[in-house]
């Protein structure tokens, strides 16, 4: 069965600093991957997909892969207090449905 | 781009009625979309997948006969909570895929409070 896991968090770190989100998961055969944060209260939204092994970058965010690792990872550059949220890990499956990690919350004090 | 609805943002209700949740795509036509419900500070849990034209698939745990969903079109589904009770109250959140990709766009969700 797919699992994705992220043990990590709750994360703290102050503004302007570097978040660094990281997510593993089981099914070597998973070919792309999913972030989405989702504010308390809100639905998820999603932030970036990442297929290729290496970086993608979108602005502040960066998405990592290592398909060897087994690990894709969220870098959050310059975070600001607005990016406190839950960020979610999560791989496609059949009929696109999606499994997700728990979450790691993130907090980024002023 | 990959815009998602939902109808009603919020709705309250007494026990035993029935309220009705409405998900749609509004740029972008989805064969498949998906029913969610979340607790506070829980996380998502998937309740159905919703194909067009079919019946949903249900997720282990999940009444079929309470939990009421019809994908009539490419861009509607809709979610009836049947004899709602206090218990089901909660956020539930349906999202959509569109027909050449695996991405699912979420809506921005139902806050269901039974009474």
């Known amino acids: 069965q797919k699992e994705v896991e992220q043990n990590s968090g709750p994360l703290s770190v102050p503004e302007g600093a570097i978040a660094s989100l990281n997510c593993t998961y089981s099914?070597?055969?998973?070919?792309?991957f999913f972030w989405y944060r989702q504010y308390s209260g809100k639905s998820p939204e999603l932030i970036m997909f990442?297929?290729?092994?290496g970086d993608k970058e979108d602005g502040r965010f960066t998405a990592q892969l290592n398909k060897a690792s087994q690990y894709v990872s969220l870098l959050i550059r310059d975070s600001q207090p607005s990016d406190s949220a839950t960020y979610l890990c999560?791989?496609?499956?059949?009929?696109?449905?999606?499994?997700f990690g728990k979450g790691i919350t993130l907090s980024v004090r002023p | 781009g990959a815009v998602v609805s939902q109808h009603p943002s919020w709705v309250i209700c007494k026990s035993g009625t029935s309220v009705k949740i409405e998900c749609r795509s509004l740029?972008?036509?989805?064969?498949?979309m998906f029913w969610y419900r979340q607790f506070p500070k829980q996380s998502l849990m998937l309740m159905a997948t919703?194909?067009?034209?079919?019946?949903?698939?249900?997720e282990q745990g999940v009444e079929k006969d309470k939990f009421l969903i019809n994908h009539a079109s490419l861009t509607l589904s809709t979610l009836t909570v049947t004899s709602a009770h206090p218990e089901d109250s909660s956020f539930y959140i349906c999202?959509?895929?569109?027909?050449?990709?695996?991405?699912?766009?979420f809506g921005p969700g139902t806050r269901l409070t039974v009474l």
């Open positions: 099914d070597r055969g998973s070919q792309s």
């Open positions: 990442i297929y290729s092994n």
């Open positions: 999560a791989a496609p499956g059949a009929n696109s449905k999606l499994t």
């Open positions: 919703s194909n067009e034209g079919s019946k949903a698939t249900y």
């Open positions: 999202s959509a895929v569109g027909l050449s990709t695996d991405t699912q766009y």
């Open positions: 740029d972008f036509q989805a064969t498949t």
